[in-house]
């Protein structure tokens, strides 16, 4: 009897020492094979995948962007962004599977094949910190919180002290230049494990200005509809005020719809056909805005076509 309480109590800590605060319970492939998921897809699909490798991390492995794109000359080409593992022992396996799901999509008449027929862009990261994803830590190899590690012009915080963080802004900075010309619209970067979706500000109980906060709720409410999550800012969902998060720092550089998505301990990834959903709702909704701002640029050059409408 005694034997049999102290296994129990033993079992007890151990499921207390993982609990969900930082660590999602779903345990992914090595980050070896995760690479070569992804040279899969661009041999399934080479009209639309390129590989890139931006960077190192702190352990020398490559830090690895997939693009989604046709190729075409266009002025502005709207784009999406998703990331996963930043922190590294919250991997949901949506990352690696959310990108060959919209691959398939593309296949067929929809959001996404109309979305890319038009010009626009994925943009995937499935593991920004491999070091720590390869350890099952938060950090990285420094020992530094990479959702803590980025600019933020509004409080003049200075970030990019991590080769990962660092090199990825480059990146993306490029990626906004000829030839490439990318506008980000959108940008998810997952996490875990509250199970709900939050939006700018995290550094301040400061509002968005309008109208930028009721788009925000807007895809948040989408969201909401379809994976049964709540959303707020961190502030009101985790109740403090971090600097230095990938969502405050998009926002202000790029003036996207920012979000960090924090899935359900243990079984986000049973919810991947609903992240599918979510996303194409997203793809409808930016293709909706980049019309009506165009009419909207029409009229403006145009008034005498007012009278046609």
């Not at 390869?134 to 020992?143: L, T, V």
């Not at 939050?198 to 895809?219: A, F, G, R």
Request: charged letters at 25%; proline letters at 6%.
């Amino acid at each position: 009897m005694r034997f049999l309480f102290t296994f129990l109590s033993l079992f007890i800590s151990i499921q207390l020492l993982a609990s969900p605060e930082s660590d999602s319970g779903i345990f992914g492939p090595t980050y070896k094979n995760i690479l070569n998921e992804t040279e899969k897809w661009a041999n399934e699909y080479p009209e639309l995948v390129q590989i890139i490798d931006y960077g190192k991390s702190v352990k020398g492995r490559p830090l690895r962007m997939v693009l989604v794109m046709k190729q075409m000359h266009v002025k502005s080409r709207p784009a999406f962004l998703m990331s996963g593992s930043t922190h590294g022992n919250e991997f949901l396996a949506i990352e690696t599977s959310l990108p060959l799901k919209l691959l398939e999509k593309q296949r067929i008449p929809g959001a996404v094949k109309n979305f890319l027929d038009h010009g626009g862009v994925f943009v995937f990261i499935p593991i920004l910190n491999p070091d720590g994803y390869e350890s099952r830590e938060r950090e990285n190899a420094n020992g530094i919180d990479l959702n803590r590690d980025w600019d933020l012009a509004e409080t003049g915080f200075k970030g990019f002290t991590q080769p990962e963080t660092q090199q990825l802004a480059e990146y993306l900075e490029k990626l906004t230049q000829p030839p490439f010309n990318l506008n980000f619209k959108v940008t998810v970067d997952y996490h875990c494990c509250v199970g709900a979706i939050l939006y700018p500000w995290s550094y301040t109980k400061k509002k968005l200005p309008e109208p930028d906060l009721s788009h925000h709720i807007e895809l948040a409410e989408i969201a909401k509809k379809f994976l049964s999550i709540d959303y707020g800012t961190t502030g009101e969902i985790l109740g403090y005020y971090p600097q230095g998060t990938t969502k405050d720092y998009y926002y202000s550089k790029y003036n996207s719809l920012t979000y960090t998505y924090e899935g359900r301990y243990q079984e986000e990834n049973k919810y991947l056909e609903s992240h599918v959903k979510w996303w194409e709702a997203i793809v409808s909704d930016t293709l909706k805005r980049i019309t009506l701002a165009s009419e909207r640029l029409t009229l403006l050059n145009f008034p005498f076509l007012v009278s046609f409408f």
